[in-house]
């Protein structure tokens, strides 16, 4: 039977993972951690860096590895980063231990978000609204594979989200008790 100890939010660069899964984090009282954050601090680089000279090859690689040693973790919130779906064995690995939550938030409002930002490599591209087209055509299918629930994460207020997805988390364990006695 599927494992709902862990926590995982999926979702495109921007829609908010890093803010949400910190808020969770805090509610339940559980270490939260950041695949990207993660990555870079193992690494002592930027992911910027990573796919400068490694490309996005390089860094999905370093990816992998860090999302099957963080889903092999007991307990936790993780905010991955946004293309960690794109491999499969990173799908299993989310699916199979935690409750896999997708924030969704139109491409306008991601765009918006990230108008300042740099450091997001995929991004930093003459015309960020096409590859954000791009990239959700390609990875929606792949994060609704994963997803347990998914919740607008672009005109729902933080507090909202959090208090959402707790209620939501609360009904599958609930649920995954009754099946399992
Ligand atoms: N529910 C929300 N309402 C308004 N602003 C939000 C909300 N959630 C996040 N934000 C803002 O959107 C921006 C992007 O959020 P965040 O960095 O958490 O996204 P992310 O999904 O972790 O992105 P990435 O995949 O690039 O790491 C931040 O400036 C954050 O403050
Ligand atoms: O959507 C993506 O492919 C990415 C999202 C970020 O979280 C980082 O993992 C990196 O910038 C690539
Ligand atoms: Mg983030």
């Known amino acids: 039977m599927k494992n709902l100890e862990n926590i995982y939010l999926i979702g495109l660069m921007g ?24 990555i870079e601090k193992s690494t002592g680089v930027s992911i910027t860096t990573i796919f400068n000279y490694e490309g996005e090859e390089g860094f999905r690689m370093r990816e992998q590895e860090v999302i099957a040693e963080l889903t092999s973790l007991h307990g936790i919130i993780l905010a991955t980063g946004g293309g960690s ?10 699916k199979q231990n935690g409750f896999v939550v997708y924030l969704q938030c139109s491409i306008d409002k991601i765009l918006y978000r990230t108008r300042h930002d740099t450091q997001r490599p995929l991004l930093q591209t003459a015309n960020p609204r096409q590859r954000l087209q ?15 629930f998914k919740i607008d994460s672009g005109n729902t207020p933080g507090k909202i989200v959090v208090k959402t997805i707790l209620q939501h988390y609360q009904a599958a364990l609930d649920a995954h008790e009754r099946i399992a006695s």
Do not use: H, M
Request: aromatic share 8%; hydrophobic share 40%.
């Open 15 to 38: 829609v908010g993972k890093t803010t949400i899964g910190k808020q969770l984090a805090k509610a339940l009282q559980r270490p939260f951690y950041d695949s990207d954050k993660f």
């Open 85 to 94: 779906i794109l491999k499969a064995e990173n799908r299993e690995a989310l």
């Open 134 to 148: 791009a990239l959700l055509a390609e990875r929606d299918p792949l994060y609704r594979e994963c997803a347990d």
